[in-house]
Structure formats: structure tokens, C-alpha cells
């Protein structure tokens, strides 16, 4: 359902003081980049079909029409889930500035979507060849990124985020500012801890003086969470190619590196509860999709039960 620019503009004009409001708030909340771009296209969405009603009229029929309507047109529960989100947050948003007194979009239930699947994640051999395939001018700095999500779980946003004093070498400790706003201690493994001391050794000088920040581009600035993402996607491709014998090409992304963290973490017999404090969960419920296991776990418990069996 896309909305062409001078729509865009029209409910720009028509709903400013709301939509400069939800803006605001977001960024006071810490919302990402990407975040914020999804929930001010799905809530212009929201203010156009409501057809010049004024906020503060809406009620629960009218949220429950709209994301009928979504529904119908095709879109999965998991798009239609996050726009129903995004209408949540941005009547959170006018009852916190006092623009509204109710959310309407509170009383009405999320779709229903299949059970989590197991996520997506690398072996450990997996990463550890990507980890050697890493070239290049930029070697030192790209390999730390790589081992930062994949054995320390960070989300590319964190990464990016990272400044030169978050790391303490003493302790082999990173201070992660990650969702919601919220800072978290994590251990990193010597390994991990070596590669960063080399990639900070070779570390680029930025062009801006008092730039703090980790990671910087040939530009001399923060490194993107783009550049991050495609330096990632370049690897992947690259690992798929070493290995074209395999039956299926999987997609893979920078946050698959996250699933792996997790996934080693329960394998190894972490308990639960860290697994959350190093992934900075705010639920454990998020957590609990990484304790699925895998075809070869299940053989082997399927072979200690045939030693039980007299056939």
C-alpha cells in the first residue's frame, strides 16, 4: 500500500501537530533509523484511510477497519502485526504529549501467526571459515565486526553505535547501548577481545576531531549500519560460493550472526535467563525461540533411546 509523495504531504499538513509529536517521541524513546521509517509509513497509512477523521475521534472500529483492511490485502500477519504496533506506539505518543486521552488501537487483538520457527543460524565451523576469508585493506577492522556478532551478540545498531571508551581491555568488556534504551556488560572472549585491540591498533584516523567512535569508514566518519550490513552481505555471498555443493542456498544476514551467538550459547548448556542478559532481551519469551535444536541433536537422542529397546 504505497502513498504517493503529494498524499504524503497532504497528511503532513493535515495531521502536523500529531505526526511532529510521534516523531519526537520516538526519537526520545531511542527508536532506530528503520523503525521509525516503517511506523510513519504505516501510520500514514492509517491517517489516510481514516479520510480526514480527527485523531481524537478514532475508535476501536475504526483500528479494527483498518487493519481488516490490510489483512485483505495480502499481507502477512507479521506486516499486519507491526502496523497495528505502530498505531499503538503513536497513540502512546499523543496520550504521553497530552494530545489524546485514550489508544484506541490497545483493545484490539494481533493476529495470529504461525509458531516461531527456529531462527536461521551458522554452525560454528561456518563462521569460523568466514572469519578466514576475511581480506583486504580493511581486514583487521571487518574481522572484529564479524566476531563481535557472531561470539557477542551484538545487532548491527550496536555495533555501529560502539565508541572507543565502551571497550575496557582490562576486563575484556564491552558497554553496549542496545534496545530501549538500555546499556548491558558484555564479556567478550579472548579471541574476540585480541581481534578489536588489533582492528583499534589499526583503527582509521576520522577527519572530524573528537570522534569517539569504533569503527570508521575509508570517509573517515562512523561506519553505517549500511556499509556494515553490505561488507556482511559481500561475506555470505562469498561463504555460498565456497560452498555450491550444498542443496540449498540459505539467506543469510548480519543479524544471523545474533542467531548463531544465541544458538551456541544454549547448545553449550548457558541457562536461559544469561542467554537473555547477553542478548539484552527485555523478555525472556524473545529468548526462548533460540532453544530449538537441530537434526543432529535429535538423532543422537534417538539413538540413546534404541539402547533402552530389546527388538
Not at 198 to 216: K, N
Request: proline fraction near 3%.
Amino acid at each position: 500500500m504505497s502513498i504517493s509523495s503529494s498524499v504524503r504531504n497532504e497528511l503532513e499538513e493535515r495531521y502536523e501537530e500529531p505526526l511532529i509529536a510521534f516523531r519526537m517521541w520516538m526519537a526520545n524513546a531511542g527508536y532506530t533509523s528503520n523503525t521509525v521509517r516503517n511506523y510513519i509509513s504505516d501510520v500514514h497509512q492509517f491517517l489516510l484511510f481514516l479520510d480526514g477523521m480527527q485523531v481524537s475521534q478514532v475508535k476501536n472500529l475504526q483500528v479494527f477497519a483498518f487493519l481488516s483492511k490490510v489483512k485483505q490485502s495480502g499481507v502477512s500477519d507479521t506486516t499486519r502485526n507491526r502496523k497495528h504496533c505502530a498505531i499503538i506506539s503513536f497513540y502512546r505518543a499523543l496520550n504521553e504529549l497530552q494530545i489524546t486521552e485514550v489508544n484506541p488501537a490497545l483493545q484490539v487483538k494481533k493476529s495470529k501467526t504461525a509458531s516461531a520457527r527456529a531462527p536461521l543460524y551458522l554452525e560454528p565451523e561456518q563462521i569460523r571459515e568466514l572469519c578466514i576469508h576475511i581480506e583486504g585493506k580493511y581486514q583487521e577492522r571487518n574481522k572484529a565486526i564479524i566476531m563481535l556478532m557472531a561470539y557477542a551478540g551484538l545487532r548491527v545498531g550496536e555495533v555501529h553505535r560502539l565508541d572507543i571508551g565502551n571497550y575496557h581491555p582490562e576486563r575484556r568488556t564491552l558497554e553496549v547501548f542496545g534496545k530501549g534504551r538500555k546499556w548491558r556488560t558484555v564479556p567478550l572472549p579472548e579471541p574476540v577481545a585480541w581481534q578489536l585491540e588489533r582492528a583499534l591498533e589499526e583503527r582509521i584516523v576520522p577527519w572530524r576531531a573528537g570522534e569517539e567512535a569504533m569503527f570508521i569508514s575509508q570517509k573517515g566518519r562512523r561506519l553505517s549500519i549500511r556499509h556494515i550490513q553490505l561488507m556482511t552481505s559481500e561475506l555470505f555471498e562469498q561463504l555460498q560460493q565456497l560452498n555450491e555443493g550444498s542443496r540449498h542456498k540459505r539467506s543469510y544476514s548480519c543479524h544471523k550472526l545474533r542467531h548463531s551467538f544465541a544458538t551456541m550459547l544454549i547448545q553449550s548448556g548457558t541457562d536461559i535467563r544469561t542467554v537473555q542478559e547477553m542478548l539484552g532481551h527485555a523478555s525472556i519469551q524473545t529468548t526462548t525461540v533460540y532453544t530449538h535444536v537441530n537434526d543432529k541433536q535429535k538423532e543422537e537422542a534417538a539413538s540413546r533411546l534404541a539402547s533402552f529397546m530389546e527388538l
